[in-house]
């Protein structure tokens, strides 16, 4: 019988090939979707992605959500307890669950800290992408028909203007070479919304962009 899994969900581009990955690996099996929300926006970190529009993707991928709320800003003793206690609800739907998948790529020391993290609670990571080539990763995900947004932009590294841009070749040929194509240092941040693993894509329509902390480049998507 395949090993159920929990995958650490962002409802970005890197955690939905990661659940591709998982999907087609015979050994395990996708027991639900984890995430963290910040309380006072509603929304995922980092990614500014509405609860609601989180749902959706979930429905649409046909997946249980187990949600993970936080305020901010929040330390890191918060944020522990908040995913402890996610894992914990976890563990009461599926009992034998003891495993967490990430999407990472190939910051080492992010890895480090979730592996102690994970270990502290007895669970083990799992990191269906790790050593990826990003630019080949980057162009398999557009060829094979997903679709995301960029959500968020860090103008510190890539120009305002990418962000509430589609994800797709064009923009992927528009990058800077100084721009990880995955965006895995912080580049930017996406919304996946539709392709082959979505039972239907979501209906989404565009928001206002605003910049926030006077440099993080933020597009608002609203259920259509």
Not at 20 to 43: N, S
Request: aromatic fraction near 8%; proline fraction near 4%.
């Amino acid at each position: 019988m395949p090993t159920p899994i929990l995958i650490a969900w962002s409802g970005g581009k890197d955690c939905l090939l990661a659940l591709q990955a998982l999907r087609a690996d015979p050994r395990w099996r996708v027991a639900g979707l984890l995430t963290t929300i910040t309380r006072q926006f509603d929304r995922v970190a980092m990614h500014g992605i509405r609860r609601d529009v989180l749902r959706a993707q979930a429905r649409a991928l046909q997946r249980p959500l187990i949600e993970s709320e936080l305020q901010w800003p929040s330390s890191n003793e918060a944020y522990e307890t908040a995913f402890a206690d996610a894992l914990q609800r976890g563990r009461e739907i599926t009992p034998e669950l003891q495993h967490v998948a990430f999407g990472d790529l190939f910051l080492e020391d992010v890895r480090q800290w979730r592996e102690a993290l994970l270990a502290r609670h007895g669970w083990r990571g799992v990191y269906p992408l790790w050593g990826a080539d990003t630019a080949a990763l980057s162009r398999r995900f557009v060829a094979q028909g997903h679709r995301a947004l960029l959500t968020c932009v860090d103008t510190t590294q890539l120009d305002g203007s990418f962000s509430g841009r589609e994800y797709d070749a064009a923009l992927l040929d528009a990058l800077p070479a100084s721009a990880d194509p995955c965006g895995e240092r912080g580049e930017f941040h996406t919304l996946s919304h539709g392709g082959p693993l979505f039972a239907h894509d979501l209906e989404l329509r565009r928001g206002e962009s605003v910049l926030r902390e006077g440099r993080f480049q933020y597009t608002d998507f609203l259920l259509a």
